[in-house]
């Protein structure tokens, strides 16, 4: 439904009015991929799957007391992030029934200003994802290594900045994106970070793990059992975090591709094959929505015992 191309890299193909979309640069490559088409319904119940799930983490969150750590807050950060990735593509469902049915023109002034805010909140929901899980992999390196004075390290004051920089910054760059960049620019940046939180997370990976068996000794050195059971819950807060990092490159990473690929090479017959998925990279992004509520749930017993008690509040036997 958007008109300019800064938007039509992130709207399905055949969803948009402007001038030169996807199906163009199909239909002119000289390629046997057929286009592979998702239906919007399936697409519509995975957002919605995802919008609730993440909505749950948050009250889950709030809920507990014993959840109000920084580690759990940055969490609620990736489940906004996860939102409003959900929210996106709902809303754009929403336009584009109004616009099928007449309620909505594809070209009026007002359809342009609301393709914007859409496309903000998608901008907005992967420069949260990157931001937040960047936020985790800190925390837990952190964690792990400067266990007895992370409390004075990570206060929940401290985790608030960093929360509000996260999303100040993530909002106004996403606003720059929309308004003074162009589609390479944005395609840049998106890919920029993309590399950055990559390269930050392996290398606090890379020195984390150097480390963890000799720092483990140290800990195991020191009286009573308690230090070996909390180095042990730091390593499966780390591992947690390995599990949502490789999800986001699995769902994330295909897309971010499939923007340099329609940028630089739309005419090789080979992009163009790969440009033919679009519509399932769409449904990887959403499905990352679905999936991070499942390994907190699975990660985490205080948070799975959470859950719990808010249902049986909710259908009480």
């Not at 009250?59 to 906004?80: D, E, Q």
């Amino acid at each position: 439904m958007r008109m300019d191309k800064s938007s039509e890299i992130i709207r399905p193909i055949g969803q948009t009015s402007s001038p030169i979309n996807y199906s163009t640069f199909l239909s002119s490559n000289t390629t046997d991929c057929r286009r592979v088409i998702v239906p919007e319904e399936v697409l519509f119940t995975i957002s919605a799957i995802g919008l609730l799930e993440n909505l749950l983490v948050i009250l889950a969150v709030l809920r507990n007391k014993n959840l109000h750590l920084p580690m759990y807050f940055f969490i609620c950060s990736l489940a906004v992030s996860d939102m409003l990735s959900s929210l996106y593509k709902i809303l754009e469902n929403i336009m584009i029934i109004l616009s099928n049915v007449g309620y909505l023109e594809r070209t009026g002034p007002l359809e342009k200003k609301m393709d914007d805010v859409m496309d903000w909140i998608f901008i907005l929901s992967l420069l949260g994802s990157i931001f937040s899980l960047s936020a985790i992999a800190a925390d837990r390196y952190i964690t792990i290594f400067h266990a007895l004075r992370y409390h004075n390290i990570m206060t929940m004051r401290r985790a608030t900045a960093i929360l509000a920089g996260i999303w100040l910054f993530g909002g106004g760059s996403a606003i720059a994106m929309i308004i003074f960049f162009h589609d390479t620019a944005t395609i840049i940046c998106f890919t920029v970070m993309f590399l950055l939180m990559l390269v930050f997370i392996i290398c606090l990976y890379t020195h984390m793990f150097i480390l963890a068996r000799s720092h483990a000794k140290k800990i195991a050195s020191l009286p009573g059992q308690w230090n070996a059971v909390h180095q042990r819950a730091n390593m499966k807060g780390a591992i947690t975090l390995t599990i949502l990092l490789g999800v986001f490159i699995c769902c994330w990473a295909p897309f971010v591709l499939h923007l340099l690929l329609v940028k630089f090479c739309p005419q090789n017959p080979y992009c163009a094959c790969y440009l033919s998925i679009f519509y399932v990279n769409c449904t990887l992004i959403m499905c990352n929505s679905v999936i991070d509520p499942l390994i907190y749930a699975f990660r985490s017993p205080e948070l799975r015992t959470t859950f719990k008690k808010m249902f049986c509040c909710l259908w009480p036997r």
